[in-house]
């Protein structure tokens, strides 16, 4: 999620916190006077029909249409200002190393390169995003107001697949990482003896992996192990480098596929 956009609902949520208690003081407050008019007032049974039956007809889509409407146009007049591609793509595509491959609609990226006899793929998806932008959110509530404004923008732990498969033999080595930071941890690492059984993404091939050994802990390997397959990595391409740029494209693809969200809704409430 956009960090405009991230700062943006941090701030309205907030004001909506402060609303509800401000509204709840209130409403305890003016019970005693509410008590008595009620008691004195008579019934309104019809005014209640006929706002049921406005809610029936389909009024509140009118209203939800111009809410998205309004997103919309703060969406476009901050790509406006932040138009054509982002010096971070630019510069990563620049180096020639990784091909990024990336469907609009999809929550899922993928990065591929040749190393040698090696083919290298390196996956990650943007729906971690969302739980951490919540958990975040929660967090820093009661902090907004004193953190200072040259506080670094907050990195959200992005999990990536690596799976390397060999043109010269059978088998393939998946790596399961997480990338915060600018450094990718590595949790364990799995090898399949059937290259496809690695690769595929089918949920086939899901479901006989869950049934398969998928290796230790990483952090329970030998120090010296551990050190030389991180050497082994980095000498693939999957070094620090990559790890700042995946949260930046997440970050972007994200935004991208939020306006695209915002005009399918849009359009489906409109018809």
């Known amino acids: 999620m956009s960090a405009l956009r991230t700062l943006r609902q941090l701030t309205v949520t907030t004001s909506r916190v402060v609303a509800a208690r401000q509204a709840s ?11 008595t008019r009620a008691s004195s007032a008579p019934s309104n049974s019809r005014a209640f029909s006929v706002s049921a039956r406005s809610f029936g007809e389909g009024t509140t889509g009118v209203s939800l249409s111009q809410k998205l409407q309004e997103e919309l146009n703060y969406e476009k007049e901050a790509e406006a200002v932040n138009s054509g591609t982002p010096d971070f793509l630019k510069a990563f595509n620049e180096q020639g190393v990784w091909e990024i491959q990336d469907v609009l609609g999809n929550d899922e990226v993928t990065l591929t390169r040749k190393f040698g006899n090696e083919n290298i793929r390196l996956m990650f ?27 670094p923008l907050h990195s959200y732990p992005i999990r990536a697949s690596l799976s390397i498969t060999k043109t010269t033999g059978p088998g ?7 990338c915060q930071e600018g450094h990718f941890v590595v949790e364990n690492v799995s090898f399949y003896n059937d290259a496809k059984l690695g690769t595929d993404l089918t949920a ?5 992996r869950r049934g398969t050994y998928i290796g230790p802990q990483f952090d329970t390997l030998d120090v010296a192990v551990q050190e030389e397959f991180e050497k082994y990595l980095q000498e693939r391409g999957v070094n620090e480098h990559v790890a700042l740029f995946i949260p930046d494209y997440a970050e972007f693809k994200e935004q991208n596929e939020y306006v695209k969200w915002l005009n399918n ?7």
């Open 204 to 208: 086939d091939a899901d479901w006989k």
């Open 265 to 271: 809704v849009k359009t489906f409430v409109d018809q």
């Open 125 to 151: 998806s943007i729906a971690d995003m969302q739980g951490e932008e919540e958990d975040f959110q929660a967090e820093n509530e009661s902090e907004s107001e004193t953190e200072g404004e040259d506080e």
């Open 172 to 178: 393939c080595l998946n790596v399961d990482m997480v």
């Open 25 to 35: 003081t209130l409403s305890c407050r003016a019970l005693p006077a509410l008590a």
